[in-house]
């Protein structure tokens, strides 16, 4: 069965993903979210997918921002 991966970081890229998902349907659809400092860039993705159901499929937030060094 072949998958779909999409690793977003900005909300530009989550509405690319969306479209994507769209136009290539598949059964599973893995979303990598990387983490940002950015609080409001982290709140506008969180709201896009809250308006466009990602479904069942799976989403995987990692933090690329460590504090220090």
Do not use: C, D
Not at 6 to 24: C, D, M, S, V, Y
């Amino acid at each position: 069965m072949k998958a779909n991966l999409f690793i977003i970081g900005t909300p530009f890229q989550l509405i690319n993903a969306l479209e994507a998902k769209q136009r290539f349907p598949s059964a599973i659809n893995i979303l990598v979210l990387t983490i940002n400092h950015s609080g409001g860039i982290n709140q506008k993705i969180s709201s896009i997918l809250k308006q466009e159901n990602w479904g069942e499929e799976y989403i995987f937030p990692i933090n690329n921002y460590q504090k220090g060094a």
